[in-house]
């Protein structure tokens, strides 16, 4: 057997076996709650080299057991299209990309359900290959999970806060009540931090923060009753 054989035969024995196990990795989660995620182990890593004690503050909550306010904020403040498109929103990704060649601040156009791949599978950063494996992963649960359940996954890990984690936590943390009864006006203001929790308040909200809470209940008030 050639070399050029024998090397195509390795690289097609390594593409089966990624697909194989990447599918039932997802296909796992779909029944199964992930545990914790690259992106808690590696901040909890962040706080302990700035001194700070190890933090993990997350509590699973079933789909249900979220409040249907927490679950229109987060569609509001991050996708509003999020029922609808098949794991990418081309028309922000293309505004994104429009926005960033003229600004230094870069802004993302990811759905809830890359954001969903990107916490789950994969870890933080802005390259190619990582962005890669991203539509990767947001491709495989738009296809292997539901609508619902990449929902219930999303408000359980995204980072809601400095070591906080999900719905539950963040209600907790800033409201001192289950995410089962935050308000309209709580779940805007915890949706409003999103996408740089460690910089922002939910209870503390600057002008930008309370500017963007009221267009987040302004967006709850148009989306109508949700079809999960």
Same mark, same amino acid.
């Given at each position: 057997m ?5 090397i195509w035969r ?5 593409l089966?076996?990624?697909?194989a196990?990447t599918v039932?990795?997802?296909l ?7 545990? *914790?995620t ?8 962040e706080?302990?080299?700035a001194?700070?004690?190890w933090k ?6 079933d789909?249900?057991?979220?409040s &249907? ?5 987060a569609?509001?403040g991050?996708?509003?299209?999020f029922l609808?498109?098949?794991g ?6 293309e505004?994104? *990309?429009?926005?960033?060649? /003229?600004? /230094?601040k870069v802004?993302g156009?990811?759905? *809830? ?5 990107k916490? &789950?599978?994969l870890w933080?950063g802005r390259?190619?290959i ?9 491709m ?6 539901s609508?619902?359940?990449i929902?219930? &996954?999303y408000?359980?890990?995204?980072e ?8 539950e936590?963040a209600?907790?943390?800033?409201f /001192?009540?289950p ?6 006006r ?8 999103f996408?740089?929790?460690l910089?922002r308040s939910?209870?503390?909200p600057t002008?930008?923060l309370r /500017? ?13 009753p949700?079809?999960?």
């Open positions: 050639g070399i050029t054989k024998l390795f690289v097609k024995i390594f089966i076996g990624f697909i196990f039932l990795w997802v796992f989660y779909r029944f199964v709650n992930p545990p *914790i690259w992106l808690m182990i590696e901040r909890g890593f706080r302990k080299a001194g700070k004690p993990i503050d997350k509590d699973w909550k789909f249900d057991e979220i &249907v306010n927490m679950k229109k904020a569609l509001a991050e996708d509003q299209s609808e498109h098949n990418f929103d081309f028309k922000a990704i505004y994104a *990309i429009k926005m960033n060649a /003229h600004s /230094h802004i156009g990811s759905t *809830i359900s890359q954001q969903t791949a916490n &789950v599978f933080q390259s190619w990582r962005k890669g494996f991203e539509a990767y992963f947001t495989l649960i738009e296809v292997l999970w609508k619902k359940r929902m219930e &996954v408000l359980n890990v995204i809601m806060g400095d070591g906080i984690y999900g719905a936590a209600a907790q943390n800033y /001192h009540k995410a089962a009864k935050l308000t309209k709580e779940a805007a203001a915890i949706a409003a931090i996408p740089s929790p910089k939910a209870t503390n002008k930008f /500017h963007r809470r009221y267009l987040i209940i302004k967006n709850m008030n148009r989306l109508g949700l079809d999960f």
